[in-house]
């Protein structure tokens, strides 16, 4: 597609709850990150994928959390059990491969967990 | 772990002034980037720059990378109420390829 998409755009859930958050990145690009962003901070790393692989998921913050990539182009972020301190925007992006140069990010998913 | 400091976390003026947002580290980047974020959507790059002391100018915004590499400031020339926003520094570098280090981002209000 042109851009980053993410679904849902919103996505309220009920504490203990299990949620999965989707996105399809742009067609080609084979680096593809998740991050969290609270209100009015930066986004927090997650974990980042270099094709289908996990090169690095040190910012996932506990194993409730867990993301795939199947086949290398869209992706999931899992999370279990959610808790209130688990609400936050989820933004996903993408780039040809690697950081240096920038991405291409989505306009996010808000988890609200009541 | 790089820790970005980002100044101002706030900035209230009035269109047609001048301002400058700082984002400073203690560690060495490879490139630092810069975006800017609307409610509601993703943060959108502005600019990349990679080489000590570079400038990078765009339309209104100046951009610069300390001589180390360890500093970068935005400059806004003129601002107008369409450059409100929260701008965010991030740098890429270090021991973890592929992940960028955000700051905790300025948020800009340009009043008419």
């Known amino acids: 597609g042109a851009g980053v998409s993410q679904t849902p755009s919103n996505k309220v859930t009920e504490k203990g709850k299990y949620v999965e958050l989707r996105c399809d990145p742009i067609?080609?690009?084979?680096?593809l990150y998740w991050y969290r962003q609270s209100l009015g901070q930066g986004p927090e790393f997650l974990i980042y994928?270099?094709?289908?692989?996990?090169?690095?998921d040190s910012g996932l913050p506990n194993d409730r959390f867990f993301a795939v990539r199947p086949e290398g182009s869209v992706s999931t972020l899992k999370i279990q059990r959610t808790e209130r301190g688990d609400s936050a925007v989820y933004l996903c992006?993408?780039?040809?491969?690697?950081?240096?140069?920038?991405?291409?990010f989505g306009s996010g998913t808000r988890l609200t967990v009541v | 772990t790089q820790l970005l400091e980002q100044s101002p976390q706030f900035l209230s003026i009035q269109e047609g002034e001048n301002l400058t947002v700082y984002c400073n580290s203690s560690s060495v980047f490879s490139s630092l980037q810069w975006y800017r974020q609307e409610p509601g959507e993703g943060p959108v790059l502005l600019v990349t720059v990679v080489t000590g002391g570079e400038v990078k100018k765009l339309k209104r915004l100046t951009f610069q990378f300390g001589d180390a590499r360890k500093d970068s400031s935005l400059h806004i020339t003129a601002a107008q109420p369409g450059d409100t926003g929260l701008y965010l520094c991030?740098?890429?570098?270090?021991?973890?390829?592929?992940?960028?280090?955000f700051g905790q981002g300025t948020i800009l209000t340009v009043h008419p």
């Open positions: 991030a740098a890429a570098g270090g021991t973890s390829y592929g992940k960028l280090t």
């Open positions: 994928f270099q094709g289908t692989g996990a090169a690095d």
């Open positions: 067609s080609g690009h084979t680096a």
């Open positions: 992006a993408s780039s040809p491969s690697g950081s240096d140069y920038g991405y291409t």
